[in-house]
């Protein structure tokens, strides 16, 4: 596969072939509108025929904006020429020649009235030929386009072609309608590279006097920074900074505010591994692998109840689920495409199947991002799969790359799951059940410890769950009683639905592997009534 070009190549590749209509996936809108200016300015000074003459911004917040003085100039001669045929606001009888008006490099009168999506389009029309117009955040205004946008912007394939002129569209994250995917150029822009974070580090301190880290610290900031763009790392950087140095603790915690505030990602950092598990062996042993192949996972991405978001997604009715069609078509083509390691955990609830997903990310020293599917629904058609979409390009942002995540989804039940998403968990798909007893002292042992709690007697356990006994030991650590004593305040999850258990525990029997020894999961009740064949030699 060839390398892809970076911004700057691409644009000038496409000015000189005199493409009109180019898309571009960018994590920093304006850094890139400010990248694309700066190479224009290069262009120009190496003089070159393709170099854009002006540039002009459109947002619906700022309304049409010229991007330095030359732009300015151009867009005042150009509009007072053609002021017959466009008209502004809300008053026909206002001539565009007459309201330009130059502010701090803003057309003033122009901003305030263009700042509507019909206007802003009749006046891209009429833009200076060899114009580059940059329609920014425009994944805020083409979810759901109106039709008078959606001309508009066709109408300028052909005229831009004409005049040399371009139409950039730049947003987090796009999903361009039918009308326009077809007739445009995309490019996903790169997030940025690890020598890309360490430049900004080694400015600031610069900036400020400060040592350069070391390089061992050095790398660990710039893992801890992978997934923001260039200013978000400037800026979360600068909060860390200490006399000493950088707070690498520091650095996470500000890490973890900006992820936790995209709604479909909550991040977590510094957990702990599986020494404080018990039980689960066989799982275990799978995860240490998983974190030592060659794929060298950095981050847990943990599909939480996996089930409630994409159950009967396939199906007629699928309609009426949490993320719909649309959605769950991305998923699995973003699951093909990938082909990260990924793994279905199914149990009873308090099984340790989103424990496990949690030591995980703290045995390997990497983060874990909870994704909450449910989140990316949206009112309209298309609206979940544009969210999800953004979900999963922050996580392979922080991950370095789709192919380092390590995948894990969870579920209590995976009845209704269409059979194309269980097939993408291809790296093996685990069935907790219930703790023997030899797990359930393992985890009696850790927790009993990590309250601080006396050895002592233990209750009758048979049927608990890993989260019941964890329960118990708080219980008793709150309340400053034995564990028996605490105990009498659990009712185990085995005797409240003890239908659903053994149903759950028949339908899985013989189909998944088992989270806790080697093999395929086998019901021990299953297995200790499995009949005998009789055998007679006698004719």
Known sequence: MSEQQNLEAFFRNVRARGVPLIAILSSDVDGTQAALVSEALTMHAEGRKSA????????????????GQTSLQGMAERFALRCESVHVGYRDDVKLGEVVVAVCGVCKQVVEESRRVEFGLRL?????????????????????PPPEMLAGIMTLRDTYKRDRQTLVIIGQSLMLPAHLSSDMVVYEEEMPSQEQYAKVIEGLCESIKQKVPDPETMTNACSALRGLSLFGAEQQTTLSLRTTGIDLSALWRNKKRVIDQSRFLTFYYDLPGFEAQGGCGAIKEEMRAALGSTRRPTAVLWLDEIEKAF???SG??????????DALGYFLWWSEQVRAMAFLFLGHPGTSKSYTAQCTAGEGHIPLLRADIGATRGMYVGDSEQNLRRMVRMAEAIAGGGERLLVIATCNNVAGLPEALLRRFRFGKYFFDLLDEQ???ATWS???????????DLPDDEGWTGA???????????????IVQASERIVPIAVQTQDKVRRLQLESSGKYLSASYAGVYRWEGQRAE??????????
């Open 439 to 441: 797990e359930r002292l």
């Open 530 to 539: 499995q009949p005998k064949r009789h055998i007679s030699l006698e004719e």
């Open 446 to 456: 850790i927790h009993r410890e990590l309250r601080g709690l006396a050895v002592q």
């Open 468 to 482: 019941e006994i964890a329960d118990c030991c708080e219980i008793a650590a709150v309340y400053g009683v034995s």
């Open 316 to 325: 007629e009715h699928a309609g009426g689920n949490s993320v719909g069609m």
């Open 52 to 67: 854009p003459v002006g540039f002009v911004r459109w947002d619906p917040a700022g309304g049409i904006t010229a991007v």
């Open 311 to 313: 159950a009967g997604a």
């Open 124 to 144: 891209a029309q009429c833009l200076p030929e060899g114009y580059v117009l940059v329609l920014a955040h425009a994944d805020l205004e083409l979810v759901r």
